[in-house]
């Protein structure tokens, strides 16, 4: 009886890879270091998608690899990078309360995940189905980063991670989405960031920081 | 021709207001080009009218009767707001609180979320129509955050993390619902996204799939109309944006966001056979309704109260559409439509007396009746109509969404009337006091544009008193299409 096949094992261990990335991004303190994560999350959905297109022979999954290479690992990755060094932001790392404890909140996430991607994982004939349980994960892992993130940046990096979560999640189940629905995608998560780009500066130049800290003054009872 | 124009005129006018929308003249060109986007919505209606349902576009868009009055809706108070912003926009120029620069952002972000809401509302794909509505929050990001006040950056940023979250909720949604319609449509061609075709094949659609789709849908959309517990960015943006914007997203957005949450009830109903999504939408409107009546009593300021009432309203929609039927779902409607018109109407007199009085919170707004019969009486008016009183339209809508809840759950009717009791209480109250009483207001440098105030009403009136036969078959079609019950 013969295993899986090698290019089959090779998305697999994307896969792992791919929510491996995202308990770094749960316990990375570096606001640079999270962007690296990201880029490196984006680097390998780019491979995975790659080599889903070389299995399956569908030329617009080629397209969207080559739309993830552009977005997810030049573009978005410079523009952050470029924000961090005109915000000053580079040295900049978070206290987190109890990392013990949101790694083990993120273990058991990634139970909740599978057994969340059990009746679509029963019901999909994809090649990759048993990522979609890993795509579900990364989903909610990003946003217990959002979550328990007091930066702005951070909360931004947690964002761009779910829509990655939500792009393999696509890939996983459907072989992706329709081109046009994909681009556009893209060019809302393109214009997002460059939208929060000018919020940011706009927050600095009112706060002297990004800490959202000083965004908590809009309560009921005020 | 028209179609193309509709999508055409806004999306082209964000282009040239957002290089010269600085200028002086820039409010009248807004004004200009939403008349344009107005006229083109009347004659797509006037061709709708005599050809039927139109599918355009290589099936990409689509107008149906649930979609033709909210885009003629939409386009009309785009005009209406475009004209009350005006003499507004000119006078926060004039008071300081902006410069040139910001109008033009202003002006060419007005028009994009114009053409935003205009494409979600007729697209026949379901991914575009994400891809709009999160291009609708993007454009109206940078409009919150106008002002750069410390109070105005945390509005946008919680409208833009919250709304963001929400929205991948409902990417995700978009997706299952894909995975299951790609089943049975097939992968090859796009056609499985496409409303048209997904609603002939609604019954073989898998029911787990859909079913976890949309949980993700409503909660995803859900939080763009601002259904509790998800509505916390709602208030905050309304109250801290320019005042325009407040109408806009009130009358239009939570309106579109609905839309959105409805078209995905019809295709999982259709295929569930159960009672969860109309559930869902029931138990999540009532808790909507609930709990802003209760938050009511808690607002200081007014553009905080009455965003506030928009959560109630949305609730009460919310909840007429998961009873479903013939008769809730027309009344879901109407009220969409004059909700849409008096509560921007509300804004509308709103944003002048603040600008009198210099201040929103409700305890410095005083006497408005004394310096400006007009605004205080149109204030006064439009609560009345927003709170239900006959002759308005509002009383027709909720008087009809009682007596069928009566019939279909009559568990649910003491718990909305109770509550519409409350906000009556709440906002009634607040209101009186800053329309009557000794006044505080100043001058403005510019001659405030009511008519849209009173054109409103007006319409909510008439709706309230007759509602004319083309308008009511509208209606009906439309109340079928949704089906359920």
Redesign the interface.
Known sequence: MAGPSLDLQLLNTCAAILLLLSFAMLSQRRIVSLVNLLALQGALLCIATLLLAWRTGQTHLYLSAALTLALKVILLPWLLHRLIRRLEVYWDSESLVNTAGTMLGGVVTVVFAFG?AQ??AA???TAMRNAIGIAVAV?LLA?IT?ITRRK?MS?VVG?LS??NG?FF??MS???G?????EL??A??VL??VL??G??FF??R???DSLD?H?????R??? | MEFALLLGIPLCGALLLGLTGGRREAPDVNVALSLGTFIAACALTVRVLQEGNLVVGRE?FFIDPFNVFLVVLTAFVGLTTAVFSRPYMRIELAHGRIGPRRLQLYHGMYQLFMATMLVALTTN?L??M??AM??AT?ST??LV?LY????S??????Y??LC??GI?QA??G???L??AA??VLG?EG?S??LWTHLVAVKTQL?P??LS?AFVFLLVGYGTKVGLAPLHNWLP?AHA?GPTPISAVLSGLLLNVAMYAVVRCKVLVEGSLHSSLPSNMLMGFGLLSVVLAAL?LW?Q?DIKRLFAYSSIEHMGIVSFAFGMGGAVANFAALLHMTVHSLTKSAIFFAVGHAAQKAGSQRIEDIRGLITLNPTIGWGLMLGTLAILGLPPFGVFASEFLILTTAMRQQPWATPILLLALGVAFAAIFGRVQSMVFGETTARRLPHQPALLPVFAHLLLVLSLGLYIPPYLADWYRAAARLIGGG
């Open positions: 969340l009746p679509i019901l999909a004939n989903i946003f959002m702005a909360q964002f779910m829509e939500l999640g696509a189940a459907t072989y989405m329709p081109m046009i629905v556009g995608v060019l809302d214009v997002a939208v929060l000018v919020f706009q927050i130049e009112q706060f959202l000083h965004l908590e003054t809009l009921e009872d005020q | 990409q794909n991914g575009l994400w891809v999160e291009a993007l990001v940078l955050t750069r006040t410390p109070a950056l945390e509005a946008g940023w919680k833009f993390i963001g979250v991948a990417l995700f978009t997706i299952l894909y995975f790609e089943r992968a796009v499985a996204l898998e787990r799939v976890l905050d801290e938050f808690r200081k």
